[in-house]
């Protein structure tokens, strides 16, 4: 086994290769809102909190991707035991709270790593810990990092490499950022690599606007707990009440947008810099793209991966793809 970077351990924890990822924050969180239209970038909703949250939208009912896909992976894995029979391991991208692994690590036997990548390093030490304790075969070892870069990872020398990146998370990038990451990926994953993804499908926009609006809040507060976490973390004093959960689909653009909407006219403190917002003014914190089957195999194609084979879930409400180096 390549270890290739440095290796930090507490006494209870899985041995965790940390590549300190909150370095950027302020610097990003600064230039996205002094932009004419305030932004500020999704991968920053998952401190502790916000993958609680994200966590509790994967279990509501008008959250569709995750319970469409969680139902898809099972008929998935069946396929890929046939395929993929040698010693492998398994590398997942934004693993979070590694419920959607446990399907592929049942069905197939010759697993014998599981490389997990999050930003969010206590949630990932804690689900490590538990999905270790289930696969004791499994050699699993957790990255804390940003899977958008490319990463020299501590992985055993296997006959197939499997990245996985379920929930399309993809769908977080502009179509721009999504081919990169894929090329990325490419590199991370070897020249024999594969990537099993997981990608929302196009549909009416009525059923995208209750997934993103749902009746309990939750999604909101997901929303809003980006403010909080940028007072805690950056010495700001947003008063996350006074912004406005707002998600629709943009169907110019193929995306859902979220935004969080000021409901008066303000300046905020942010690390001792003024920001104002005017009434109805938003900061725009997250866009989720849907593909049709053709364009997402297209887009792959652009980054140098081959689509293999494919799965659409009941009524084509979600598309899981096993793309191949080419
Ligand atoms: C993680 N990601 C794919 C989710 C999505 O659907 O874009 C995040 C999310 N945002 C609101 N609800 C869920």
Request: charged share 20%; hydrophobic share 40%; proline share 6%.
């Amino acid at each position: 086994m390549q270890n290739a970077l440095p290796l930090t351990a507490t006494e209870h924890s899985l041995p965790v290769f940390d590549y300190l990822v909150d370095r950027d924050f302020a610097s990003d969180v600064l230039a996205g809102l002094s932009q004419q239209q305030k932004q500020l970038q999704p991968k920053y909703f998952y401190d502790q909190q916000g993958s609680r949250y994200f966590d509790q939208i994967c279990a509501l009912k008008e959250y569709y991707p995750y319970q469409t896909e969680l139902a898809l992976l099972p008929k998935v894995a069946q396929d890929l035991a046939q395929r993929f029979t040698g010693d492998s391991l398994i590398v997942e991208f934004g693993a979070g709270s590694l419920v959607k692994v446990k399907p592929l690590l049942q069905a197939l036997p010759g697993i014998r790593q599981f490389v997990p990548i999050d930003i969010s390093g206590e949630h990932l030490a804690l689900a490590c810990q538990q999905l270790q304790r289930d696969f004791p075969a499994v050699a699993v070892s957790p990255v804390v990092g940003d899977f958008c870069t490319t990463l020299t990872l501590p992985v055993m020398p296997l006959q197939h490499c499997i990245g996985f990146f379920p929930g399309s998370t993809i769908g977080n990038f502009t179509p721009a950022q999504a081919r990169q990451f894929l090329c990325n990926a490419r590199q991370t994953l070897g020249p024999d690599g594969w990537l099993l993804i997981g990608v929302d499908t196009k549909k009416s926009p009525v059923y995208l606007h209750q997934a993103y609006n749902d009746a309990a809040g939750i999604t909101a507060r997901f929303n809003r707990n980006i403010l909080t976490r940028i007072n805690r973390e950056l010495d700001a004093a947003f008063r996350p009440e006074t912004f406005e959960h707002y998600a629709f689909y943009n169907a110019g653009q193929s995306r859902v947008e979220m935004h969080l909407v000021s409901t008066e006219e303000q300046v905020v403190d942010v690390f001792g810099t003024a920001v104002a917002f005017s009434v109805g003014e938003s900061i725009h914190t997250e866009n989720s793209y849907k593909y049709s089957p053709d364009e997402f195999m297209q887009l792959a194609a652009t980054a140098g991966w081959h689509t293999e084979q494919h799965w659409l879930a009941d009524k084509k409400l979600f598309a899981t793809y096993l793309l191949r180096s080419s």
